[in-house]
Every structure is written in structure tokens, then in C-alpha cells.
Nanobody
Framework: QVQLVESGGGLVQPGGSLRLSCAAS????????MGWYRQAPGKQRELVAT???????NYAESVKGRFTISRDNAKNTVYLEMNSLTPEDTAVYYC????????????WGKGTLVTVSS
């Protein structure tokens, strides 16, 4: 089994920064893409950013230039550096990973809440 555990959420003022982390553990053979998604109250879950094992990244238009996704393959960990946060970024942020154990599985963390408010 594979577990994803997020950390780093919290309350931050508009214009502030936060760094989220997500560590994968368990019977991992290889991890392909990892990413972050978010779900705001009353809205559907949406893509924030993804990163492949080779380091290629993809961002939602709403976070381009403000958020940076990165990963440490040796630690099976993905990060999300969030800058210039606005109240519209308030959401539960979920980590996602495409993991081979060696069977393929799409795994999710339980989420971490980010609240942007003064």
C-alpha cells in the first residue's frame, strides 16, 4: 500500500507565502507524475500543478508565476512553493501521485487546508 502525507498548510495573510510538502511512503517501485490539486468550498477539485519524474512541470493559469512545484525523487517527496497568495487561493490542497508498486495506482493524500485571510 502507498500513503501520501501532506504538510505545511495553515493561515496566511494576503500577499504571503507558504510551502507545502507531500511525502509518499510504502511499497513503491517507481513514481511517475506527482501533483497538487485543490478544492475550495462549494467548488470542484481543480489542478494546481504537476511535475513528472524528469522534472517537466505544468501549472494552472491562475497560479502561473506565483506557485512553483518541485520534487525530490530520492525522498519521494513533492513540494509546492506558493507566493503572492490571495483569498482566492483558499482551499484544501491535495497531493496526487502516479505510483507503480509495481502495479499502477493513482494515489491521493488526505489534504491540507490553506486559508488566505487578513
Amino acid at each position: 500500500q502507498v500513503q501520501l502525507v501532506e504538510s505545511g498548510g495553515g493561515l496566511v495573510q494576503p500577499g504571503g507565502s507558504l510551502r507545502l510538502s507531500c511525502a509518499a511512503s510504502g511499497s513503491i517501485f517507481r513514481i511517475n507524475a506527482m501533483g497538487w490539486y485543490r478544492q475550495a468550498p462549494g467548488k470542484q477539485r481543480e489542478l494546481v500543478a504537476t511535475v513528472t519524474s524528469g522534472g517537466s512541470t505544468n501549472y494552472a493559469e491562475s497560479v502561473k508565476g506565483r506557485f512553483t512545484i518541485s520534487r525530490d525523487n530520492a525522498k519521494n517527496t513533492v513540494y509546492l512553493e506558493m507566493n503572492s497568495l490571495t483569498p482566492e487561493d483558499t482551499a484544501v490542497y491535495y497531493c496526487n501521485a502516479h505510483v507503480f508498486t509495481p502495479l499502477y495506482g493513482d494515489y491521493w493524500g488526505k489534504g491540507t487546508l490553506v486559508t488566505v485571510s487578513s
